[in-house]
C-alpha cells in the first residue's frame, strides 16, 4: 500500500480548536502509560494515550469522553468512513538523549483495515514504516496508510511534545466533497522503498 498524505487537511479554525484542546493548556482528559511498545524493551519511556473510540468495547461504552468529541468528528466527518474500530490520541514527550528516539515496530492490528493519523505538530520525530520511509510530523497533516504492515513512532528532541491522532476504519480515503474546499486537495503519494528483509511482525496496540 502506498502512504497518502494531505497537507493542511482541516480548516484553519478546526485544527486551532483541536490543537488546543490537545496542547498544556487544554481540558483534555490525558492518561498516562507506563509503556509507549512492549516490544520496546531498553526503552521504559512513558506517554500519554486518551482513547476516543474503541469498536470491541461494549455497545454503550464506545465512545470515551464524549464531552471532547467534536474536535474529533469534524476530522472523522470528512474522510470516508464506512466503520470504526478505534479512534486514540497521543503524546510523546521530548527526548531525554539529545537525539529523535525511534521506537520499536508494532501493528495496530492484523485484520485487515485502514489507518489514519493526523498530526498536530511541525517537529523532527518521524512515523517510521517497515521499509524505512520516513513520514515528517507536519502540523495539520494526514496520512493515510496500511496500519497492518509494521510501522513505528518516535520522540522528538526539537518541541516539549509530539501529538499524533490514531484512527483505525474501515472505508477510504476522503469524502470528494470535502476536496473542493480543501487548500490543496491533491495529496502526495508515496511509494514503499523496496525492503531487503521482511520485518518482525507484532501485534501490539500502542504509539502510532
Not at 498530526?119 to 496500519?147: H, V, W
Amino acid at each position: 500500500m502506498t502512504y497518502v498524505i494531505y497537507d493542511n487537511f482541516l480548516p484553519a479554525n478546526e485544527f486551532g480548536e483541536l490543537a488546543n484542546m490537545l496542547g498544556p493548556s487544554g481540558s483534555f482528559p490525558w492518561r498516562l502509560s507506563g509503556r509507549i511498545n512492549i516490544n520496546d524493551t531498553k526503552n521504559d519511556d512513558m506517554y500519554f494515550a486518551t482513547l476516543m473510540f474503541h469498536a470491541p468495547d461494549r455497545f454503550d461504552h464506545q465512545w470515551k469522553n464524549i464531552q471532547y468529541l467534536a474536535p474529533f468528528l469534524n476530522l472523522t466527518s470528512k474522510m470516508n468512513i464506512w466503520g470504526l474500530h478505534r479512534i486514540k490520541a497521543n503524546m510523546y514527550f521530548k527526548s531525554q538523549s539529545g537525539k529523535v528516539e525511534h521506537h520499536a515496530m508494532h501493528q495496530d492490528a492484523r485484520f485487515p483495515h485502514s489507518g489514519a493519523l493526523f498530526y498536530l505538530q511541525d517537529c523532527d520525530a518521524p512515523t517510521i514504516m517497515e521499509c524505512g520511509t520516513e513520514i515528517e510530523s507536519k502540523a495539520n497533516r494526514l496520512l493515510l496508510f496500511d496500519p497492518t504492515r509494521p510501522h513505528a513512532s518516535s520522540s522528538p528532541t526539537n518541541v516539549p511534545f509530539r501529538v499524533t491522532i490514531n484512527i483505525n476504519f474501515w472505508g477510504h480515503d476522503i469524502h470528494e466533497e470535502y476536496k473542493h474546499n480543501m487548500i490543496n486537495p491533491i495529496p502526495k503519494i508515496i511509494e514503499p522503498k523496496p525492503m531487503s528483509q521482511k520485518a518482525t511482525e507484532t501485534t501490539v496496540i500502542s504509539g502510532d
